[in-house]
């Protein structure tokens, strides 16, 4: 080994040394896996402007919304929604963190395609994991234990099923607890829920689905003023995307009405606001869509980036 290739890796080592122990000096923190609504972005079938582009760049592609928290004390991580991206986000993960962290549990919101079909990733088929905890309320139990392949992941003991209870948090360490709060969705196999995530100094709010702010038995500019940060549903940016589509039947806040419901909220407070949870037709997916990013920017209000690492401490 020659003297430059030796120095090279001195240098690569020494730039790994400091970027982890950056990273690390931050014991709890999110990381955002994912973005888009439950068909990911490109969107299967979609021929589309929106998805035509993202097709030919890897780059412009976007997994589907997740979080996974992470307490690197303690060298765990666990999952909020488990996607069909499930795969390439925890090789994120992992990227972000270390190749040895573990996964201490998943919290599902819900029984829609994109938030738990990843959990046949811890079949016998692939990663064969034993015991893992997934957290669920009532309805989403049951629809795991009843119905295959879920159900043999429970039987073979892949996953452990914890039965979460509206408002009632979960303990996961002496600085850590989640909990659980039903929000209206459509709601055919399970309820749906968002999680308040709170760990020693700061909270993050979590509600990637949800029909409409008002609909919900809270008022949510009360709930953003309890927490640090808010990854909040974004599914559209305006009723006109879909063409042909009755959007009453598909129904979210659409991103205008939530941008201007909270421009009433002073700027520390819109700009924990985090927007995720995009469909493919969402322009605020589009790195030319400059017109609606402004509008964004001009409420306060930010975009999640996937891979972006949020600090809990």
Request: proline letters at 4%; charged letters at 20%.
């Amino acid at each position: 080994m020659n003297k430059t290739t030796i120095v090279y890796k001195l240098l690569l080592g020494l730039l790994f040394f400091i970027v982890s122990d950056n990273l690390f000096s931050q014991n709890i923190f999110i990381i955002p896996l994912g973005i888009a609504q439950d068909g990911g972005y490109p969107q299967a079938g979609c021929k589309n402007k929106c998805c035509k582009d993202a097709w030919l760049a890897l780059s412009k592609q976007k997994m589907i919304s997740s979080l996974a928290l992470v307490d690197s004390t303690k060298n765990c991580a666990w999952l909020f929604d488990c996607t069909p991206d499930f795969a390439k986000q925890w090789q994120l993960l992992k990227e972000k963190t270390n190749s040895s962290i573990k996964l201490a549990g998943i919290f599902l919101t819900h029984a829609h395609i994109g938030h738990y079909t990843g959990l046949m990733q811890l079949g016998k088929e692939v990663m064969n994991e034993k015991k893992i905890k997934v957290y669920a309320m009532p309805r989403m139990k049951k629809f795991l234990e009843n119905n295959g392949p879920w159900s043999q992941l429970v039987k073979i003991k892949n996953i452990e099923i914890e039965l979460l209870q509206n408002e009632t948090a979960v303990k996961l360490t002496d600085e850590i607890s989640v909990i659980p709060m039903l929000v209206p969705h459509r709601d055919e196999y399970s309820e749906t829920v968002g999680f308040k995530i709170q760990a020693k100094s700061k909270s993050a709010l979590y509600i990637p689905d949800i029909d409409k702010w008002e609909l919900w038995n809270k008022n949510i500019l009360d709930e953003l003023a309890k927490v640090d940060f808010a990854f909040l549903d974004a599914t559209f940016y305006s009723a006109d995307e879909l063409p042909g589509r009755n959007m009453k039947e598909i129904p979210h806040p659409l991103v205008i009405e939530t941008a201007i419901l909270f421009r009433q909220l002073n700027s520390s407070t819109t700009t924990k606001i985090y927007l995720t949870h995009f469909n493919h037709t969402n322009p605020l997916l589009d790195i030319e869509s400059m017109k609606e990013k402004f509008f964004i920017f001009e409420s306060g209000l930010q975009l999640t980036i996937q891979g972006e690492i949020i600090n809990l401490d």
